[in-house]
Every structure is written in C-alpha cells, then in structure tokens.
C-alpha cells in the first residue's frame, strides 16, 4: 500500500474510520455516550470536517477510564498487553488483538525495510530495561526471528560498549536500533575509542526527536545516515523516515493523523500543532482522536521517494517540553537547543529546566573548548530569550535519564 497515491490512502482511511465509528456506536458504551454528548451519529462522519467534531480523548481520560474503554465482546484476559513508560506520571494500559499486533509488527518492518534492514537479520539495540526471553519457546523464537543484542541505556559506559562490540563480532547485526540520545552516547564512544566493529547498515533512532547535532555525530561515527521514527505504546509508529530522510512519513494505512492548533483547527504545514491519533485498527480498545503531548509539523512538499503518505517535518517534542516566558508565550525546548547548543562551540550536553516563570537553569556538560566568551553567549542568548528571568549555569558531568532510559533535554516545572 506504501505507493498508493495520498488521495488513495484518504479515500481508504474514511472508509476505514466510517466502519470503526459504526463499530463503536454499537458495541462500546464509552463511546456511544461521547457521541451522544456531542450529537454526532457516525453515519453522518463522511470528511474530516465533520470528524473534527468528535470529542478530543486524552491521556488523562484514558488514564481514568482504563479498561472502561473496552468494546463489548472483547475479553481482557485474551487480548494483548502494552504498557505506556511512566515518564508522566502514571502508566497507561493498552489491550488489542493478536491480528492488530501483528499487523503492528509488520509496518514497524516496513519501515526498516525501506533503510535496508532484511527480516530475520540480527539487531543490535540499545534500549532501557531490555526485555530479555523468559521460555525456553520465547528464546527459540527470538533467536530465529528477532536475532538481537542489547546495550542497557542505563549503563553506557566504555566497558560495557566494548561487551556489546564483542557481541556485535559474534551476532553481526545490520540494523541499530535505540533510543535517539542513547544512541548518540553511543556514538560518542564509539568515536573517542575508535571502536571499529560496531558498523550497522542502518540505524533507527526513535522514542523522541533526534536533536540535529546528535545526528550529526550519529553520522559521523556510524558513517551512515541515521533514520527517526515517531510511535507510541497506544497505536504503535505513527510515522518513520524513509530512505530519502527528507521527514518522517505518516502511517497513514493504520493511522489517521492530525496535527491541530490549540483552537482545534488545522495547523498549517510548517506550523507546529498537537498531534492528535485514531487508531483505525484497534476496535477492542479503540483511540479515536487521542491527543499525545508531542507538537510536529506537517512538511508542504512530498516526499521525493514516490511514497503517498505525506511527511511530518519534524517532531518539535513534547508540550512539557516547552518553556514559558512572563509575558505567556512559549518557545519549544528544541529550539532553544538548536539555537545554542549547536552554535555555541565548546558544549557536549545540555539540559534546561525551568522552575518558576523567572527562574532557568541551563545544566551543561562543558567541553574542553568552552570560554568564558562562549559562556557569556549562552547566557546572553537566554536572557533575551526570556526577559525579566533569572538565568543559572550550572556545570555538570552528564544529563541523567528519567526512570524510562528516556533523556528529556528542556522540562518545564510550572504546572499549566
Ligand atoms: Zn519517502
């Protein structure tokens, strides 16, 4: 389906999301009641316009609602189970079929098949908390399917990237998968060691955006282009670069994908907006306009590959992600990264955290090249950025992750 036109793939997505909504209105009370409220029939959803007026469902309600969400018929003890990682408080459980699983596996394929992974060929990832077989069937599986090495996110330390080289030797995975900034760590020692035989064919970074000069570094260590994917637990890849990383292609065959405006409406390419998911798979535990907490932006031009499903841009991250001034306005953390950290020679890491409305602090891991004149810049750049706020430089060895392996490089600390 992946060269079918845009237009093709729309006319089959409102097919699609015509039979869930039916689905719903009859065999899902939680639903049908948010129908109801919004007096919306689902025979009479036939454009995203009039699917514009269904109800938003977020994270919080789902958080709530748990298993309240479930479609008549369904039994919990035979579905599959997923969980969110609780960088946010309180994990989200996820239950769907074994045929949605599996056809969440193969666009997750997919995507590495279009920067030359083959399946069965070995992985090499580096992930928090690996989750390691249990039965000796499980083992049996893995090794013939999903042949794959792990580097604990947790613990990348020399020793242990020269225990995953010797793996690497032994296994020789094509494809490196991870964590985008583990990955980037990765590189980094990599590079200083001059490890030799960690050479992957591709390499996949996922699980938050990838900052422009960890690529960059990424590439330089690997000597290959490195590819970003954007999913989540809830409804598996929502989009994935292709072999032209020219942005990241929707998964418009399982998805439908919105990127919205605070008032609902729709953001314009280029213009960072909400991303808002339904599921058009999921019938047991169905998110219909769920709203994640990441802002992206939609790219104007297609991809040049030939592929219909238009491209995000890029992932500007995620809504606590985002810094406020004293006058109200917001400026993404990533920006601030890009304007900085990528200009300002002489810094390896950084993380912001904000406190208060007047109060920042810019946590770096300072490299041998940084002055005092490169300080000063820094320092400069956020007090305009942020005027009338305290600004604190805080020097330290490493940016520590959160529970989940995850890195978060801004973190606003004022509640909304
Ligand atoms: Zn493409």
Known sequence: MQYLSEQ???ERQLSQLSDL???VYARNNFYRHRFNEAGIQPASVTSMEQFRRLPILTKGEVRARGRELLSDGFDATQLQKAKTGGSTGKPIEVLFTEEVSQLRNASGRRNKRWIGWRVGEPVGAVWGNPIEPDTIRERLRQWILDPTISLDTMSITVDAVREFERKWRRMQ???LFGHAHSVFVLATIVEEENIEDIRPRAIIASSMMLLPHEREVIERAFGIKATNIYGCEEVGLIAGE???HEGLHLNNDQLIVEVLREDGSEARPGEAGLVVVTDLLNKAMPFIRYRM???AELAS???SCGRGAPILRRVVGRTADFLKRLDGSRVAGISLIENTLTRIPGIEQMQIVQD???HIVVRIVPGPDLGTAQRNELVAYFATTFKGATIDVEDVCGISQEANG?????ICQIPD
Request: contains cysteine; glycine residues 0%; aromatic residues 20%.
């Open 301 to 303: 031009e297609p991809c």
């Open 356 to 358: 208060t409305l007047s």
């Open 8 to 10: 093709e793939l729309h």
């Open 21 to 23: 909504l039916q689905f």
């Open 293 to 295: 907490e990441d802002y």
């Open 406 to 410: 995850k890195y978060r490089f801004s």
């Open 242 to 244: 292709c072999e032209w």
């Open 173 to 175: 995975p094509t494809l």
